[in-house]
């Protein structure tokens, strides 16, 4: 497509549930990542994907995320057992190169009550 | 540790007049500069960005930036603000050796009338 798509754009989930996220990366861009966006913070680096693999999940913040993207190019995050904490809008890029820069989603808003 | 300051979470200034927000980061290796900018509800948009080929940098809606190596500092400026400039502004840095852009905590620039 002609930009990052994330879906869904908005979701509302009981604490204790599980998320899934998803992202759909510009045609042809091999570096994804995933940040989170907390309210009057800037974006927070959880996960870093260059084709298939992770190749940095270091921003992960504990075993409840996880990530995958298992043909390349669509991305899912998963958030096991919820929590209020974990509301927040996460973020989606995509980049051809690290030095270009990268083309952001425009995000998912989670809330957890 | 790679970082990214930026000085002043809100800056206000008057349509017509000089805009200035500052970024300094820290690095002991040639970093990767970018401006991004965030709309109210809409996603992350690159202003502009710097790789190590000219100091100064010019992006899009009239905005630029320098690259001070000395001052470790990429400050973006705009010789006269729009009321549509109105948003939130993020620095942000990246490396070679790193898999990821560190963004810094933002900064709100408003335009009075």
Aim: charged share 20%.
């Amino acid at each position: 497509g002609a930009g990052v798509s994330q879906t869904p754009s908005n979701k509302v989930t009981e604490k204790g549930k599980y998320v899934e996220l998803r992202c759909d990366p510009i045609s042809g861009h091999t570096a994804l990542y995933w940040y989170r966006q907390s309210l009057g913070q800037g974006p927070e680096f959880l996960i870093y994907f260059q084709g298939t693999g992770a190749a940095d999940d270091s921003g992960l913040p504990n075993d409840r995320f996880f990530a995958v993207r298992p043909e390349g190019s669509v991305s899912t995050l998963k958030i096991q057992r919820t929590e209020r904490g974990d509301s927040a809008v996460y973020l989606c890029a995509s980049s051809p190169d690290r030095e270009k820069g990268y083309t952001f989603g425009s995000g998912t808003r989670l809330t957890v009550v | 540790a790679q970082s990214v300051t930026q000085l002043g979470s809100h800056v206000s200034v008057s349509e017509g007049a000089l805009v200035l927000l500052r970024c300094n980061y820290s690095s002991s290796v040639p970093p990767y500069l970018f401006w991004y900018v965030q709309y109210p509800n809409q996603g992350l948009q690159l202003l502009l960005k710097y790789t190590s080929a000219a100091t100064l940098v010019k992006g899009i809606n009239g905005f630029e930036a320098e690259f001070k190596k000395s001052e470790t500092s990429f400050h973006l400026t705009k010789p006269s603000a729009h009321m549509s400039d109105a948003a939130e502004y993020f620095c942000a840095v990246g490396y070679s050796s790193a898999s990821k852009i560190i963004f810094g905590s933002g900064t709100r620039l408003s335009i009075r009338p």
